[in-house]
């Protein structure tokens, strides 16, 4: 007999603010009683563009009515229509685009073709990375409950170096090392920005030793530090981009861009994502792409940014100990646990972010995010840091 089950269909395995939204528009979210929520989380920085805008909902629906899906198994206009726009906005030489489903998939398959480049098999990483919870993914991502399920694959471990510390960089890389992945802002360890120095380093040791230059931009990427990518924010070009989470403002997509010289060493069949591409995504991708260059998302970035930066120094080392991160990807370090803050916030409907580091609270708003939502978003923090 059907009915409502006596325990929970899902799995219990994540922690869940007490909100259910039913709808959003721009930086907000709305609950069943037509409460508005401050949304300055953005869904783990995917609500790119906000919630639901027009633009993209229009191109999603339009789409869905021509085509909802077919496989790459035969060629679409719209996905080669999508690589090419993403190219044209990452640095040369990056030119060629493979598209999944997910960040973790982007990731797992730059550390494919790496290893397949070189013919080695190692992978330099820094401590408090996250790249992904696939099997080779996990293998690269810090932490001990992750390196135990690589462990577990029987896959080899990255070999971790300190966050920005180049020395360590420069001794880890040797003649076994296929390459080196950076989040070059870390997102899970609170928005932290590598140097331009660490990163220049990076690209110079790799081209020096054999080694592949990965930047994992999943989540500080698509437009997130103030450019479209993190790449051309620091100055410093790699082998591999992977991109994710706001690429398409809501909808699974995950693209790995990558040189044509190594493209042209992948083969039919050498990689491969039933789902990946398909036109529904794409189309949305495509959408967001407009958007943020119609709307002069780039530039709004960057001026909110520094308001929010400026406004939460200006609260005082008592309350907010520094400011980390780029762009719309920032970490308040705070003098107080930063699920205290969040959780204050939350009291007054507005969302933010943890992160492993237990004093740092993440902000990662839609690129939208206004300077009076910014200014909203100051003063709350200034009545509960007070």
């Known amino acids: ?35 508005a929520w401050l949304d300055a989380y953005g869904g783990h920085a995917v609500a790119a563009t906000g919630h639901s805008h027009p633009a ?10 021509q085509l909802l899906f077919y496989s790459t198994a035969l060629p679409h206009p719209v996905r ?17 685009v493979f598209f999944c489903n997910s960040g973790a998939e982007a990731n797992e398959n730059a550390l494919h073709l790496a290893r397949k480049q070189t ?26 409950k992750f390196a135990a399920t690589a462990r577990r694959a029987g896959l080899p471990l ?11 960089l420069q001794a ?17 360890a609170g928005a932290r920005a590598c140097s331009v120095e660490f990163l220049t380093a990076a690209r110079r040791l790799c081209d020096e030793r054999g080694a592949l230059l990965i930047f994992d931009e999943v989540q500080c990427g698509v437009g997130r ?53 398909g036109p529904v995504p794409c189309a949305a991708a495509r959408a967001t792409l407009r958007v943020i260059e119609d709307e002069r998302l780039l530039e709004n970035v960057r001026r909110v940014s520094a308001l929010l930066c400026e406004g939460a120094l200006a609260l005082g080392p008592q309350a907010i100990r520094a400011v980390q991160g780029r762009g719309l990807l920032l970490g308040l370090r705070l003098a107080r646990p930063a699920a205290d803050v969040q959780k204050a916030l939350f009291a007054r409907r507005i969302l933010t972010g943890t992160a492993a580091d237990p004093s ?27």
């Open 225 to 277: 530090t103030g450019h479209f990518t993190a790449a051309e924010s620091f100055g410093v070009t790699p082998d591999f981009i992977t991109l994710a989470k706001g690429l398409a403002s809501g909808l699974p997509i995950g693209a790995m861009i990558t040189t044509a010289s190594i493209a042209a060493t992948v083969h039919t069949g050498d990689l491969g994502s039933t789902f990946g591409g």
């Open 158 to 168: 990255g070999r971790m170096v300190p966050f920005d510390d180049l020395a360590a």
């Open 80 to 96: 080669e229509a999508l690589a090419a726009d993403l190219v044209q906005r990452c640095p040369q030489p990056l030119s060629s």
């Open 119 to 144: 013919g080695r098999s190692r992978i330099v990483a820094l401590e408090g990375s996250f790249h992904g919870r696939t099997a080779a993914t996990q293998a690269v991502t810090w932490g001990e």
């Open 1 to 35: 007999m059907l009915g409502t089950p006596s325990v929970p269909a899902l799995l219990p395995v994540y922690a869940q603010l007490p909100l259910v939204p039913v709808s959003g528009r721009g930086s907000l979210l709305f609950d069943g009683d037509g409460n």
């Open 360 to 386: 740092v609270l993440r902000l990662l708003p839609p690129l939208s995010f206004t300077t009076d939502q910014a200014s909203q978003l100051l003063s709350a923090l200034a009545e509960v840091l007070a």
């Open 56 to 65: 993209v909902v229009r191109a999603i629906s339009e789409q869905a009515a």
């Open 172 to 188: 880890a890389i040797d003649d076994q090392i296929a390459a080196v992945i950076v989040e070059p802002v870390q997102g899970m």
